[in-house]
Structures are given as structure tokens and as C-alpha cells.
Nanobody, 127 residues
Framework: QVHLVESGGGTAQAGGSMRLSCATS????????VGWFRQAPGKERDLVAA????????YYISSVKGRFTISRSDAENTVYLQMNNLKSEDAAVYSC????????????????????WGQGTQVTVSS
């Protein structure tokens, strides 16, 4: 069974950077496509970024394109979300999730396609 642990959240100033990590235990990350979701109070959960199992394909929500980068290190069983030029609207609880795909290049875009979720990490952006 996959267990996900997120880390790296906290408070950053607007315009600053932060890197989130999502590590697995129990199974190897290379078996899964991975997504980072976020949910702010009173708002819906959004898929922020996603990466295919083979890392050939990535997805970003339009509001973070050019600022966020999702990457994976299967050797470290970890997926990262590098967040640069943070804005107040980026503040939310960020959660990583994994879903198995037979197609190594497939991006999972719907939350229902993800089978295991982390506990979430709070990102706060101060002005």
C-alpha cells in the first residue's frame, strides 16, 4: 500500500519561492502518475500540476504556468513542486496524490483518477 508524506510547506513572502516534496513509502513512485492539488478555504480543490509516470508529460493549471515546476526523482521516490514568484492567491493546502497508469505518458487530470492522497501541507503567502 502506498503512503504519501508531503513536506516543505510554510510561509513565504509574495515573490518568494518554496519547494514542496511528496515522498512515498511502501511502493515505488515510478509506478504512478502524480498530481499536486490545492484547496483554499471556501474554494474547490484544483489540480495545480501533474506529471506522468515516465516524466515525459506535465500539466499545469494556467495560473501557475511559468512559475511552478513539477519534477520527479524515482531514485528518491519523491515528486517535487517548485513554486517561484509566489502570489497571495497561491495560499492553500497543497496535497499530492498518485494514481496507477498502464500508459507511462498519461497525465491524470481528474481527482477521481487518483487513488492515494497525502495529508496535505499548508502554504501561506505573506505580502
Amino acid at each position: 500500500q502506498v503512503h504519501l508524506v508531503e513536506s516543505g510547506g510554510g510561509t513565504a513572502q509574495a515573490g518568494g519561492s518554496m519547494r514542496l516534496s511528496c515522498a512515498t513509502s511502501g511502493r515505488i513512485m515510478s509506478n504512478y502518475a502524480v498530481g499536486w492539488f490545492r484547496q483554499a478555504p471556501g474554494k474547490e480543490r484544483d489540480l495545480v500540476a501533474a506529471i506522468s509516470r515516465n516524466a515525459d508529460n506535465r500539466y499545469y493549471i494556467s495560473s501557475v504556468k511559468g512559475r511552478f515546476t513539477i519534477s520527479r526523482s524515482d531514485a528518491e521516490n519523491t515528486v517535487y513542486l517548485q513554486m517561484n514568484n509566489l502570489k497571495s492567491e497561491d495560499a492553500a493546502v497543497y496535497s499530492c496524490a498518485v494514481g496507477f497508469t498502464f500508459n507511462g505518458g498519461l497525465i491524470l487530470r481528474d481527482a477521481s483518477q487518483y487513488t492515494t492522497w497525502g495529508q496535505g501541507t499548508q502554504v501561506t503567502v505573506s505580502s
